[in-house]
């Protein structure tokens, strides 16, 4: 049972230029209650957290924290408050050790200011257990664990910093499966110990799996709110959206005459993946799933040059490219969308345009080798009208979109030219389910267009929703091969699980 009043929001309103981000929004959290917010991208979620966790300043309206009136200057003042945050995108100092990354900027300090690092490392030790993991990691650099152990170690010092509050954005977007289980054991464990949850997802399912009460964003507005046992899919994302959204796309085409565009043949690098082949026709969607670690993104950035393999073969259009760079791969239209736009797409300082134009520059300049930026501006913003990128110009800057706005930013760059073969790796990670409805149907028309498509996805229900032949990997090797007709989801996930193996 949840208690009283922790939180109060009261008309809280935002703007950023003439974007109006939060709209006059007033909602209550309650002691030890677990609250979920949805909405589309662009929706204000974000910045409403912000708000409440001192990162921003709101226009109007005010917050009351165990009945006082909340007054923070910054986010250092929200922790001492007792209001922790964990971010979608992992805010770490990737060099440092997962110990000092616990404690910075709340070190434990003698008398003399001198650092007690051994009591540090038994408390940092505690916190990690609450999240399933080793004190044995202390000493490593956070560069040095996977992307879901880093966002398990940011929830650990949320935890150890004996929050009241804590916000978590978007936290199983990077987490496989059994990560996601075991966050939702911390959550249960947390709310039975009296701390509130404010819960950020556009993951339906799980949202309707955990929460004690949900509330809803469309435009900065607060436009529902609603218990999970009088919810469902259909109603939050008509609340979300204002409209019933069609997530089924597939459009049958017929690849069975083409001749491949691609071939992968016996790929294989060290120990983490052997064996690989499959080959792509034009305007085939071809899908491979597999768990964190399945070596899914490595065949992938092999394809682009990225990395290298050591045994095996590539052939695009009758032609060896197994040892080609990634400018080589541009060249031939082979393009490659990652699966952490944060770290390995955007460029977040720099403009829309610029994250949009920067693979194709060449083509933008003219003899002399100078930008010619009217034809630069005229095709960006032609695929930001075509693919529906809110924004009130092309020259703010890419971190100034919601995430889905980014994704689209990053999949647009690669739209500027026709690809022939386009990776997409996780293409809607941590978007909601309009514009993943949306970057879906874009999918479909490349397809239509003859466009070879290879989607990586640890979403299943994406893959088997997208794809005319799916691929399933476990430790590095394909486990099973299925085409659209002959798939089921537990036939997927046996095999990615490689639970068939005797």
Known sequence: MTGEAILKVNSISKSFGGVKALQNVSFTLR??????????????????????????????????????????????????????????????FADMSVLENIFMGNEVVSRNKTIKWASMYQEASEALKLVGLSGDILHLTMSELSIGNQQLVLIARGIYKKCKILILDEPTSILSHGESEKLFEIIADLKEKGVSILYISHRIPEILRISDNIII????CLTGEMAPQNADEEKIITAMSGRIINMSVYQKRETGQEEAILKVENLGYKNIYQDISFSLKPGQILGMYGLVGSGRSEIARAIFGE????????????????HININQAINKNIFYVPEDRGVQGLFHIHTIRDNMSVSFLDSFSNKSGFIQKKKEQRAVQDNITKYSIKTPSQEQQVNSLSGGGQQKVLFCRWLLKKPKVLILDEPTRGIDVMTKAEIHKYIMELAGEGVAILVISSDLPEVMELSDDILTLHKGRITARFDRDHVTEEGILKNALNLNEE
């Not at 990162?55 to 929200?78: M, Q, R, T, Y």
């Not at 964003?217 to 900065?220: T, V």
């Not at 052939?315 to 197994?322: A, H, L, P, Q, V």
């Open 307 to 322: 990395t290298n393999c050591e045994v095996g073969k590539i052939i695009f259009e009758g032609e060896d490219i197994t």
């Open 31 to 92: 002691r030890g209650e677990i609250l979920s917010v949805i909405g589309e991208n662009g929706a204000g979620k974000s910045t409403l957290m912000k708000i409440i966790a001192g990162a921003l300043k709101n226009d109007s309206g005010d917050i009351w924290f165990e009945n006082e009136k909340l007054v923070l200057h910054s986010p250092i003042d929200a922790v001492k408050t007792g209001i922790s945050i964990v971010y979608q995108e992992p805010n770490i």
């Open 217 to 220: 964003l469309r435009d900065g």
